[in-house]
């Protein structure tokens, strides 16, 4: 697919970018995402164009379905305007599928960096205490604890590079 070879250098670029700077460039996901949506436009559906609308979804879909994350302040901007990015190269449906990937490279980074900096034990003992609160039906969502051991800051441009990446292998090239 060849969409998915214009696409993986530009996630690499700011997965690198972010775990360097915590930062993603803005020259690099504007240019990106007209690069998708006009890499979409001319190719020809059987060498996996998908045209300019479902393109234009697809960065949609990205944009909208983590802009909460950003909103609730456990995202960056940039990481929202990267999804969104890969959402012109995948289309809609393809970056809802993605998401799911992205979702669970994000978790398990989450806990690699959470253990990387010795908060594990207090995150696991924090979550344990919630879902025995919720399940034993011990209060309202208002009053369930706040942990008390959050999760670090995090490059997420490596949890999209690397879920979007696992999407394009298991679906396109598996």
Excluded: C
Excluded at 16 to 35: C, E, K, M, Q, T
Excluded at 79 to 87: E, P
Excluded at 89 to 101: I, K, P, R, S
Excluded at 144 to 169: E, H, K, N, Q, W
């Amino acid at each position: 697919m060849i969409i998915g070879l214009l696409l993986l250098p530009l996630l690499f670029f700011a997965a690198w970018h972010d775990v360097r700077s915590r930062r993603i460039p803005n020259y690099l996901v504007f240019p990106g995402a007209a690069l998708g949506v006009l890499s979409n436009a001319l190719l020809p559906q059987e060498m996996g164009g998908l045209g300019v609308l479902d393109s234009l979804a697809g960065w949609g879909v990205g944009l909208v379905l983590l802009l909460p994350l950003y909103l609730l302040r456990t995202m960056g901007a940039g990481d929202v305007k990267l999804m969104a990015m890969a959402g012109a190269f995948l289309g809609a449906q393809g970056t809802l599928n993605a998401l799911l990937y992205v979702l669970l490279a994000g978790g398990v980074l989450a806990l690699a960096v959470t253990w990387h900096q010795g908060n594990l034990r207090r995150l696991l003992h924090s979550l344990k205490t919630m879902l025995f609160i919720g399940a034993t039906g011990g209060g309202s969502v208002g009053s369930l604890p706040v942990p008390d051991a959050s999760l670090p800051s995090m490059p997420y441009g490596v949890a999209i590079a690397v879920g979007t990446t696992a999407y394009l292998v298991i679906t396109h090239w598996g």
